[in-house]
């Protein structure tokens, strides 16, 4: 098992920035790939971001690229999302997960261990 705990949501007003924080917890080291996703009340979760283990692979979702960046620290077993320049359209409930096969995968399908989620809310 692999708990997550994330950290790091808030109140930004847009343009400004956050980072988010997941820490991983349990089986870590089984941990084969981490991502990060939000959600917005009556939608399904959207992917937002992924990284693999050694960090030589990110994906970004379009909506994000450009403006997120997302990082991991192999010694702390946590990863990040720096989030700059947010937008209004960036409120959300932000989840990170992980999986221990394959790598990149922008699915939430292909998670299997996710976080409590983090509010995110940018004023306009």
């Known amino acids: 098992q692999v708990q997550l705990v994330e950290s790091g949501g808030g109140l930004v007003q847009a343009g400004g920035s956050l980072r988010l924080s997941c820490a991983a917890s349990?089986?870590?080291?089984?941990?084969?790939?981490e991502g990060w996703f939000r959600q917005t009340p009556g939608n399904e979760r959207e992917f937002v971001a992924a990284i693999s283990w050694s960090g030589g692979t990110r994906i970004y979702a379009d909506s994000v690229k450009g403006r997120f960046t997302i990082s991991r620290d192999n010694a702390k077993n946590t990863w990040y999302l720096q989030m700059n320049s947010l937008k209004p359209e960036d409120t959300a409930v932000y989840y990170c997960?992980?999986?221990?096969?394959?790598?990149?995968?922008?699915?939430?399908?292909?998670?299997?261990?996710w976080g409590q989620g983090t509010q995110v809310n940018v004023s306009s």
């Open positions: 997960a992980a999986r221990t096969r394959g790598g990149v995968e922008d699915r939430a399908s292909e998670y299997t261990y």
């Open positions: 349990g089986r870590a080291f089984d941990v084969s790939g």
